[in-house]
Nanobody, 125 residues
Framework: QVQLVESGGGLVQAGGSLRLSCVVSGRSFNVYGLGWFRQPPGKEREFVSAISGTGTTTSYADSVKGRFSISRDNAKNTGYLQMNSLKPEDTAVYYC??????????????????WGQGTQVTVSS
């Protein structure tokens, strides 16, 4: 069974930075692509970023390109989302998700099999 646990959320002022972490339990971490999604208050969940199992392929939503960076450390079974130049509209619950994707990335939430519990990110103006 694959389990995901996010951490690193919190309250930050606009222009600040946060780094989210996603620790994945289970075997063969490197065959799982990771995705980050977020759900702003009162809105639907949306794609943020994804990385392939190998870490060589990444993708980003237009709204975060140039500000967010996704990475992973396969030796630590951990994925990361570095968020810089945060804006109030980045306020949301952020979720980490996993799917078997050795060299590809996916941006549709229904393609992901495993989900974390979410971590709150609040950006004040």
């Amino acid at each position: 069974q694959v389990q995901l646990v996010e951490s690193g959320g919190g309250l930050v002022q606009a222009g600040g930075s946060l780094r989210l972490s996603c620790v994945v339990s289970g075997r063969s971490f490197n065959v799982y692509g990771l995705g980050w999604f977020r759900q702003p208050p009162g809105k639907e969940r949306e794609f943020v970023s994804a990385i392939s199992g190998t870490g060589t392929t990444t993708s980003y939503a237009d709204s975060v390109k140039g500000r967010f960076s996704i990475s992973r450390d396969n030796a630590k079974n951990t994925g990361y989302l570095q968020m810089n130049s945060l804006k109030p509209e980045d306020t949301a619950v952020y979720y980490c998700a996993a799917v078997r994707a050795y060299s590809s990335t996916y941006y549709r939430d229904w393609e992901y099999l495993y989900w974390g519990q979410g971590t709150q990110v609040t950006v004040s103006s």
